[in-house]
């Protein structure tokens, strides 16, 4: 699969997964520049997301539930 597909899947499971959870979060980076742009100007090959630190245990949990890798930065 192609990695903006791949890229694609992965932000409306995490969209789906926040939502349901009702979190409040939003993608920021390269991504963002790159939807905005609609077209990558580099290689993107994670996803950044700010969000409130209350909430990061629950994210932490459903996101390891769909095999994400977590990155804290």
């Known amino acids: 699969m192609k990695r903006e597909k ?6 409306r499971l995490i969209e ?3 939502n349901r959870q009702k979190i409040r979060y939003r993608v ?3 991504l963002l520049l790159a939807a905005i742009n609609k ?3 580099r290689r ?3 996803i950044d997301i700010v969000l409130e630190k209350s909430d990061w245990p629950r ?3 459903w996101l390891r539930r769909e095999h994400f890798r977590i990155c804290h930065k």
């Open 28 to 30: 920021i980076g390269s």
């Open 16 to 18: 789906k997964i926040f």
């Open 44 to 46: 993107i090959g994670d």
């Open 6 to 11: 791949r890229l694609e899947n992965s932000l």
């Open 59 to 61: 994210v932490y949990k």
């Open 39 to 41: 077209k990558p100007y």
